[in-house]
């Protein structure tokens, strides 16, 4: 993204929520971006996967423009090339774990998208659930199934918000361990906007938003 800029509202209840953001994420490189609450990650993020567009700016996504493309092509690229992760999980209620991560695969007509789906649950450690409804797991569950569907198929660019934020230690680790695979073994682009420091360590770049203005760290200071 270059340039990018997003405002919510108008005149007196105008929020500048990101302000001339620019960030290139590579194949195969995990990015994370830390701020206070308000900062603007979310907004930013949105804007990185797709599903809002700023104000003003440019995005891409491998080269390709994404803004301005209409919603039945920015639909496609949501289930075939970036998956997001949502600050509030947002499982289909009427479908079963398996078959909401099998779902973004099903609509795309791929064959084996139940079996991927449960082999995506595996990976999360979620494969128990795989026929249980959303209103049957709890919070940190749900979580990691809606995790599990952002994985799956060809993602090229996976974009995170507060994944592991109502995990306890051992489920914030498999889905750690699970987005950065997608990163090193598969060679996606990988940005996740999180309150969790234990992401440091794992990072190829740190970066921290204040008052909708992106930077890197400095001086270890968030
Ligand atoms: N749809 C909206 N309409 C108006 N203001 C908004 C909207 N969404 C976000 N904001 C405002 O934009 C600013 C950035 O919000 P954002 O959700 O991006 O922050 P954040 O860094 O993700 O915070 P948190 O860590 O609490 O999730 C905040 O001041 C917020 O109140
Ligand atoms: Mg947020």
Same mark, same amino acid.
């Given at each position: 993204?270059?340039?990018?800029?997003?405002?919510?509202?108008?005149?007196?209840?105008?929020?500048?929520?990101?302000?001339?953001?620019?960030?290139?994420?590579?194949?195969?490189?995990?990015?994370?971006?830390?701020?206070?609450?308000?900062?603007?990650?979310?907004?930013?993020?949105?804007? &990185?996967?797709?599903? $809002?567009?700023?104000?003003?700016?440019?995005?891409?996504?491998?080269?390709?423009?994404?803004?301005?493309?209409?919603?039945?092509?920015?639909?496609?690229?949501?289930?075939?090339?970036?998956?997001?992760?949502?600050?509030?999980?947002?499982?289909?209620?009427?479908?079963? $774990?398996?078959?909401?991560?099998?779902?973004?695969?099903? =609509?795309?007509?791929?064959?084996?998208?139940?079996?991927? &789906?449960?082999?995506? =649950?595996?990976?999360?450690?979620?494969?128990?659930?795989?026929?249980?409804?959303?209103?049957?797991?709890?919070?940190?569950?749900?979580?990691?199934?809606?995790?599990?569907? $952002?994985?799956?198929?060809?993602r090229r660019l996976v974009v995170a918000d507060e994944p592991t934020g109502a995990?306890?230690? &051992?489920?914030?680790?498999?889905?750690?361990? &699970?987005?950065? $695979?997608?990163?090193?073994? #598969?060679?996606?682009?990988? =940005?996740?906007?999180? #309150?969790?420091?234990?992401?440091s360590a794992l990072a190829d770049r740190v970066l921290v938003m204040r008052d909708?203005?992106?930077?890197?760290?400095?001086?270890?200071?968030?």
């Open positions: 993204m270059d340039g990018v800029v997003q405002e919510y509202g108008v005149g007196q209840a105008r929020v500048v929520a990101v302000r001339d953001a620019s960030l290139r994420i590579e194949r195969g490189e995990v990015v994370v971006l830390y701020g206070q609450s308000g900062a603007g990650k979310s907004s930013l993020l949105q804007i &990185a996967g797709c599903l $809002a567009e700023p104000t003003r700016g440019t995005v891409r996504v491998d080269g390709d423009d994404v803004i301005g493309i209409g919603a039945k092509r920015r639909a496609d690229l949501r289930r075939r090339r970036v998956g997001y992760v949502f600050q509030e999980y947002n499982l289909l209620s009427v479908l079963t $774990a398996q078959e909401n991560v099998a779902l973004p695969l099903e =609509l795309e007509g791929t064959r084996g998208a139940r079996r991927r &789906a449960l082999a995506a =649950l595996e990976e999360l450690g979620v494969d128990q659930l795989a026929d249980r409804y959303p209103e049957e797991m709890s919070g940190g569950q749900r979580q990691r199934v809606a995790i599990a569907r $952002a994985l799956i198929g060809p995990l306890d230690s &051992a489920s914030s680790r498999a889905v750690r361990e &699970a987005l950065v $695979a997608r990163a090193r073994e #598969h060679g996606a682009g990988v =940005l996740v906007g999180t #309150h969790d420091q234990e992401w909708g203005v992106l930077g890197p760290v400095q001086g270890g200071v968030l």
